[in-house]
């Protein structure tokens, strides 16, 4: 055997003892690798039930917001104020399952049956309300305040579904109820102090709000104002007492425009007044902060633009009016091309085609006043019940929509036709 064989079979072995020790070492590894993976998957498992869930893990449907009208039974009812006037409805869910979040401000809609004044035949009436208490897993909460007709207008009836509610709305009784929505409500994004202001039953979002950043002890400044005319009329008096001596940051303002001969400024009320720009910059450090203002179309109209012009962003008001009436804030231009004589509105499925009177205001009230028969709820583009398709021509908005309307649709509560309009209603 030459030395070149010899040196060849030497250098074999050694290529394969190296082969033997990679192939051993990789298997080691591999075993330990396995067993690596095994440890953390099971520690995963173990650990899982109090970690977040993974962000691709969708939340569970119970607790999304439904579409359409969800059953809810009435839990309970209480009587808010000295009057009887007010009352609070406890919802739950029938199906039991557990309730969205919503944000602080919005609001329910419900679809009512209630017989009509005139044929005294039932019929479907879609209205809004507040809630009144911050978000629970359990149950939502309205507050209602009955609604009698006007002074001196025996003739006016009173507010249809507030009675409806106070005189048919018992304990066990079922609604047909939309999820919260509504676009007045808290901003969170910006921490800046809060000035919450309700005038009467304008309160109740201001009650979620409030309670929503109290309950989770929020860091920010917050004033209430609450205008009312005396004591008979005010709801939660001493829950808002109890929440002002036991939270440093919450600094609250009763305001009674006509108290009674017994109330005490000073002990019953802080303030013998409406709420007007006057108390705030008497009782308000000079710094910025976020205004949230819910009340009837009197205080809404002086108030608002009266923050404007004593300085306050409008960017820094968020408002909300109930009732029919709305504030008109941020006004867009009305562009006429057809003269208001030349112009008719067709609503196709009704088959009637009737000419504009401006004197109307809406195209809700065009049609209510011509017996057509159209969902409606807030009455003031929030809601989204009166969204109607249009199938020809366009519209113009008396303002700004807070309900997201559809593509080649318009709320026909806040909306004139600009020219020649056919409606698919």
């Keep these: 055997m030459t030395t070149g064989t010899v040196a060849l079979i ?10 033997v020790a990679m192939l051993l070492g990789l298997y080691r590894r591999r075993s330990q690798y396995r067993g690596l993976g095994e440890h953390v998957s099971a520690e995963e498992t173990t650990s899982t039930p109090q970690t ?4 691709v893990v969708e939340p569970a449907v119970s607790t999304l917001a439904w579409e359409g009208f969800r059953e809810f039974t009435v839990q309970r009812r209480v009587m808010e104020d000295g009057n009887s006037t007010i009352c609070s409805f406890y919802l739950v869910p029938v199906d039991g399952k557990p309730l969205p979040n919503f944000k602080p401000g919005q609001f329910l809609t419900f679809k009512l049956s ?26 939502y909460r309205i507050t209602v305040k009955r609604v009698p007709a006007p002074d001196g207008h025996p003739d006016i009836p009173p507010g249809l579904s507030s009675n409806f509610f106070h005189d048919h709305v018992q304990e066990g009784s079922r609604l047909l109820v939309k999820a919260p929505s509504g676009h007045f409500h808290l901003m969170e994004d910006e921490p800046l102090p809060i000035v919450l202001i309700g005038g009467g039953i304008g309160i109740t979002p201001m009650l979620s709000t409030l309670n929503f950043i109290l309950e989770r002890e929020i860091n920010r400044e917050l004033w209430l104002y609450y205008g009312v005319r005396n004591g008979d009329e005010v709801i939660m008096k001493e829950h808002l007492q109890l929440l002002a001596k036991t939270h440093d940051n919450f600094h609250l303002h009763f305001c009674y425009s006509d108290p009674h001969e017994s109330e005490v400024e000073g002990v019953d009320y ?10 705030l ?47 008109i804030k941020h006004e867009k231009p009305v562009k006429k091309t057809t003269s208001a004589q030349s112009i008719t509105v067709t609503f196709s499925k009704s088959r009637k085609s009737i000419p504009w009177d401006t004197a109307v205001g809406s195209l809700l009230e065009l049609a209510e006043v011509n017996g057509i028969e159209v969902e409606s709820g ?30 080649e649709h318009c709320l026909l509560c806040i909306s004139t036709p600009r020219g020649d309009l056919i409606l698919e209603a």
């Excluded at 977040?52 to 962000?55: F, I």
């Excluded at 209630?114 to 629970?136: E, F, G, N």
């Excluded at 308000?284 to 205080?299: D, H, I, S, T, W």
């Design 10 to 19: 030497i250098i074999g072995a050694i290529v394969a003892q190296v082969a």
């Design 52 to 55: 977040a869930m993974p962000s």
């Design 114 to 139: 209630i017989d009509d004044p005139l044929t005294h035949q039932p019929k479907a009436v879609v209205r809004c309300y507040s809630l009144s208490d911050t978000p629970r897993p359990d149950y």
């Design 270 to 279: 802080q303030h013998s007044d409406r709420v007007g720009i006057p108390l």
């Design 281 to 327: 910059r008497a009782t308000l450090k000079l710094m910025r902060y976020q205004f949230y203002v819910c009340g009837p179309k009197q205080m809404m109209e002086s108030l608002v633009p009266g923050l404007e012009n004593w300085g306050v962003d409008s960017g820094d008001i968020y408002y909300e009016s109930f009732g029919p009436a709305t504030l």
């Design 378 to 407: 807030c009455r003031a583009g929030s809601c989204g019940c009166c969204q109607t398709a249009i199938k020809s021509g366009e519209v113009d908005y008396n303002q700004e929509a807070d309900a997201d309307v559809e593509p």
